[in-house]
């Protein structure tokens, strides 16, 4: 007879308990709202003109990082400088603070018109929420990748006469690519499932989740249930599909 | 061809002290020296990692300030450093991206196959065995066409059995392409194979230098002759002569005795203990307040019918003493 693991059985048991505890609302979601319904919310235009709008708009906050982030994450890998703790620390402020406080401090920051710019019920606010409070994911992610590229493969890339520019993009970034682009998709799950601060910068125009939360005030929860399937199931697919290309190679 | 004059550099604890050598063209130049010594800190400050103070001078123009990428010096690491994105192939054509002073085709053809890697150029870098891994380091390094080839420690990670098989592929290669090496590392049988010239480097100073015979045989120092291995160090005062004297005596230049024979250089010895050795035995015996150790083959030793804490003799071969 086969040997029973007692450390596998334990811990494996353990393990369901956590798994059973995140999907099961999930399972339960969609067996409630039911397929013909979703159906149904898919063809509404206001719940897929939001749901649009939520990916995109957190698509923008992280493109806006991957240029501004991934630069500051290879300095604090590969450099050791004065005050780089405190640096690091503010980077990780946003995921400390409630996010109605960010809200807050952000508004504080630009409602005055702060380099000419307006947030309150604009999609350049929703953007700078969703930065605020999700760019430390992606910025962290690049950091721990490019902590793991020996710095020796930039030493044997410039001996072959490739320029700092040109081994950065050659080697660091490839070598980099599965935790930079995980710690992408961190910081645009994060960007769409923003709620507090956004409430407070820009009701309008309606990201999903406050589209949840209006329909939910206004009818309750058999109108808001749909949309929250609706915005997982699409969060799903395209988290899954990344994710997938990401890991292969 | 390859100048450094008074290369000194901090780096944490450790420092390299006033560093000089001539390479000379088409020269393959060994650095012998233990771990922590600054051999892999030296070459790469040669390379141009480090800020150092001294000159460094590649055909007469200085180098020492100018960038690694336009250095033209190659540098092959211990780990091969091999881009693990990038298969085999594009490992080894990296440089053409960058440069168009490379390997002409017909020439990368020859390096391929004088280095026996031409079949895994689609091959994935992670497939590769160790042995692989450093000829295709080598091949990418050489297609870039170095006016130097740095080798740091390029045998240590390679499986014992297959390293006798590089340094003969690593010699064949320097005969076609006459490229300048230095090669650093600890082991001296990979230094009397390949080298032309010897320096050794301990504690961040060079303290000696000279042809590889006159390097691995005559060295200058008590210090030089115990990091070379050197066996059966004895102190000691020569008549007319100032201060304590080391000199060291080979192991094989020792022959044990039963009895006393009526020869100069003849002693009297106790038998402390005895290891068996493959096809010999290393012997210890004690003379006076010294241990000394020899080599014996085993049927001879057993004719001898000596055991532990007998009193023999031993008798020590003027030839095989080195005073230091």
Known sequence: MKKINLFLLIFGFLSLIIILFLSLPIVKLFYDVGFEKLLETFQDKEVYSSIYLTFKVSFYAVLFVIFTGIPLGYLIARYDFKGKIILESIIDIPVMVPHTAAGIALLMMFQKGFLDINIVDTTTGIMIAMMFLSSPFLINGAKEGFRKVDIKYEYAARTLGANHFQLFFSVVLPSARNEIVNGALMMWSRGIGEFGAVVIISYHPMVAPILIYDRFNSYGLNYSAPVAAMMIFVSMIVFLSIRSWNNVK | MLQLENISLKYDNFSLNNISLNIKNGEYFVILGSTGSGKTLLLESI??????????????????????????????????????????????????????????????????????????????????????????????????????????????????????????????????????????????????????????????????????????????????????????????????????????????????????????????????????????????????????????????????????????????????????
């Open chain 2, 47 to 324: 390379v141009g990692i480090h800020n150092i103070m001294g000159k460094i001078f590649l055909h007469n123009k200085e180098i020492t300030n100018l960038p690694i990428e336009v250095r033209n010096i190659g540098l092959v690491y211990q780990d091969f450093m091999l881009f693990p994105h990038l298969n085999v192939e594009q490992n080894i054509s990296y440089a053409a991206k960058y440069s168009k002073h490379i390997l002409k085709d017909k020439e990368l053809s020859l390096l391929l196959s004088l280095l026996k890697i031409d079949h895994l150029l689609k091959r994935d870098i992670s497939l590769l065995s160790g042995g692989e891994k450093q000829r295709v380091a080598l091949a990418r390094a050489l297609y870039a066409k170095p006016d130097i080839l740095l080798l740091d420690e390029p045998l240590s990670a390679i499986d014992p059995s297959m390293r006798e098989n590089i340094m003969h592929i690593l010699k064949e290669v320097i005969k076609n392409f006459q490229i300048t090496i230095i090669h650093v590392t600890h082991n001296f049988r990979e230094a009397a194979f390949l080298a032309d010239r010897i320096a050794i480097l301990l504690n961040g100073n060079i303290v000696q230098i000279g042809k590889k015979d006159e390097v691995l045989t005559s060295p200058k120092t008590l210090q030089i002759a115990q990091f070379l291995g050197f066996k059966n160090i004895l102190s000691g005062k020569v008549l007319g002569k100032e201060g304590i004297k080391y000199c060291s005596v080979n192991p094989n230049a020792i022959i044990l005795y039963k009895n006393y024979i009526d020869l100069e250089n003849v002693y009297k010895v106790i038998l402390l203990d005895v290891c068996y050795a493959v096809d010999h035995y290393k012997v210890y015996v004690q003379l006076l307040e010294e241990v000394l150790f020899l080599k014996i083959y085993k049927s001879i030793f057993d004719e001898l019918d000596i055991k532990i804490d007998d009193e023999c003799y031993i008798y020590i071969r003027k030839d095989g003493i080195l005073v230091l």
